[in-house]
């Protein structure tokens, strides 16, 4: 005996697919990194530790885990893409050389969620190192950055989810 399925179950299936779908969006991160702060410590850290890369790594990496299938693009392409893309730019960093024992590491970072050229959301994130005795075991001035770089990739990655 052959039953037919009602039309309205088939249809609530193709909608609970679609927002499964739906679901696994994805972003692409645009890089590299633009890094906007000035600066005689800005300058130094920016080409000592890298920190424009270190963030880069620790982004992508926490934004293809939030969203599986993300990814990133190379400059222009990115602001081209058919999909969202996230765009960082560096916009604070300060900290003396010397590790741990030369006071407060900082960074900020401005994130931007874009699509076709538009901006849907932004938000601006720091994060800094206690410095001095509490930041003993905190290492050199580049092991800090690299420290506030992931929380920084932590911190925005869970933003993205919030906003999405």
């Given at each position: 005996?052959?039953?037919l399925i009602p039309i309205s179950v088939i249809a609530a299936i193709a909608l609970l697919a679609a927002g499964a779908a739906g679901a696994q969006e994805k972003f692409l991160?645009?890089?590299p990194i633009k890094v906007d702060a000035a600066g005689g410590t800005a300058d130094r850290i920016k080409s000592e530790c890298k920190i424009d890369t270190m963030l880069a790594n620790y982004m992508v990496a926490k934004v293809n885990n939030q969203f599986p299938g993300s990814g990133a693009l190379e400059g222009d392409e990115a602001?081209?893409?058919d999909a969202k893309v996230l765009?960082?730019?560096i916009?604070?960093?300060?900290?003396l050389g010397g590790g741990a024992y030369s006071g407060t590491k900082q960074m900020?970072?401005?994130a931007e969620i874009v699509a076709n050229k538009k901006v849907l959301a932004t938000t601006i994130r720091e994060r800094q190192s206690m410095g001095?005795?509490?930041?003993l075991f905190g290492g050199g001035t580049?092991?800090?950055f690299n420290k506030i770089s992931d929380v920084l990739a932590n911190d925005i990655a869970a933003w993205m989810v919030s906003t999405h």
């Open positions: 005996m052959n039953k991160v645009q890089l602001a081209l893409a765009r960082l730019t916009v604070n960093v300060f900290g900020s970072v401005r001095g005795a509490a930041g580049c092991s800090v």
